[in-house]
């Protein structure tokens, strides 16, 4: 799919998260800081605790509900390797955030 228009780059602070909801596809994005933002499925794995509403060390979420973590660039989980979220591209265009949603 094209990469669709999800959000403002001022409307997700440094190291935080929000979900967003676009076309029927759930999606949590992130701002890393510098410019860079990643796009993963929205729930944790685990027991689908809310990974928008998780912290950010690095390039890495943490789920709020139990701390199981997630690369944001690979989606793997470096608490349980049987565990991985979702990625998308995410590009930047002006002010505008957008992802390859699928």
């Known amino acids: 799919m094209p990469f669709v228009n999800v959000a403002e780059v001022g409307e997700i602070p440094i190291g935080k998260g929000v979900r967003i909801d676009r076309d029927g596809i759930a999606l949590a994005v992130f701002n890393a800081g510098g ?48 565990l ?5 591209p995410v590009r930047v265009r002006g002010t505008t955030i957008e992802v390859d949603v699928p």
Request: proline content about 8%.
């Open 35 to 82: 410019g860079r933002f990643f796009a993963t499925s929205p729930l944790c794995p685990h027991e689908e605790g809310p990974l928008a509403e998780g912290w950010l060390e690095g390039d890495v979420v943490v789920c709020p509900w139990h701390g199981y973590d997630f690369d944001l660039t690979t989606g793997r989980c470096r608490v349980d390797e049987d």
């Open 84 to 88: 991985a979220v979702a990625v998308y």
